[in-house]
């Protein structure tokens, strides 16, 4: 029998409360303008008032796409907790969990006055979730890869 580990349940549960934290007031895009806008204006001096809110919209969705991608590795390594490799349902049972929680999130949102409710962030979230989980499996299945080896008794001496 597994023996778990009750402390590997932590990572998720505390990613989950910065991610709720991030959908407060404090990282609305009012907030998070005031304070990308400028470094970006700076960065870019010739560049448009449009290009550079386009830009902002950009880092805060790139921002959802990388909690959740984050979130979902967290599941997967506490729910594969004194297993032997990762198989297929763990990578399954991560996404949903993430996914679950971004649907909750939004949720979290429609009650904070400056914040409104998405469900592209929902999607956004959630391809987040997916594609950590693909290049997880992809960069697995480069490392583990067993180099073709000759096979005994083929008459070669």
Same mark, same amino acid.
């Given at each position: 029998m597994k023996r778990i580990r009750l402390n590997i349940w932590i990572p998720p549960f505390l990613w989950m409360a910065f991610i709720f934290f991030f959908s407060t007031e404090v990282f609305s895009e009012e907030s998070t303008g005031s304070l990308i806008?400028? &470094?970006?204006?700076?960065?870019?001096?010739h560049a448009s008032p449009e290009s550079l809110e386009n830009i902002h919209f950009f880092i805060r969705k790139m921002s959802h796409f990388t909690e959740f991608g984050i979130l979902s590795l967290l599941w997967l390594?506490?729910?594969?907790?004194?297993w032997e490799g990762m198989p297929f349902p763990f990578y399954i049972a991560s996404f949903i969990l993430s996914t679950v929680y971004a649907i909750i999130d939004e949720l979290h949102q429609s009650f904070v006055? &400056?914040?409104t409710p998405s469900s592209i962030d929902v999607l956004i979230d959630s391809l987040g979730a997916a594609s950590s989980l693909v290049l997880l499996k992809i960069f697995q299945s480069f490392r583990y890869k067993k180099p073709l080896t000759e096979e005994k008794g083929n008459g070669k001496n």
């Open positions: 806008l400028p &470094v970006l204006k700076a960065l870019f001096p390594r506490t729910l594969r907790n004194g006055s &400056v914040r």
